[in-house]
């Protein structure tokens, strides 16, 4: 598995202790994967790249059916139910982009002209943290 999954032993090994993927043991005591394993483990993997915790990414694949490989439409229903969260990801990623490049990218940093300077605290009213890079959808600016 570790071979065709292109993931480290280890990590198999971690991921089946989390609960993420589970596999059968040989006579000799080796672990045996179903074929099904490898989908799961490219979804970890692909959840993990784009930042998404190990207990969400447990929590879907606690809605997947355990005894076959899911279907079309198990990947499609867990994916639109992802959707709101990635969005909000890829929101305050592009926050991140376009309010960082010009700050650091000018290479002045100047607190007069610096798209994030929060000027006597008057942000403070948004919570705690930096608000202009937080996504709209968690009440950034």
Avoid at 73 to 91: C, F, G, P
Wanted: proline letters at 4%; charged letters at 30%.
């Amino acid at each position: 598995m570790a071979e065709r999954s292109g993931v480290p032993h280890t990590a198999l090994r971690f991921y089946e202790e989390k609960g993420l993927i589970s596999s059968e043991r040989s006579a000799g005591n080796q672990r045996r994967y179903a074929r099904s394993v490898l989908r799961r483990i490219a979804f970890i993997r692909a959840a993990q790249r784009v930042g998404l915790s190990l207990e969400d990414i447990s929590s879907a694949l606690a809605t997947l059916p355990a005894d076959h490989a899911p279907t079309k439409a198990d990947w499609a229903r867990l994916s639109r139910d992802w959707q709101h969260e990635l969005d909000a990801r890829i929101d305050a990623l592009q926050r991140l982009r376009d309010r960082l490049t010009g700050c650091v990218g000018c290479g002045c940093l100047s607190l007069r002209s610096c798209a994030l300077y929060n000027n006597d605290d008057e942000l403070a009213r948004f919570g705690p943290g930096a608000s202009k890079l937080r996504p709209a959808v968690e009440g950034g600016i």
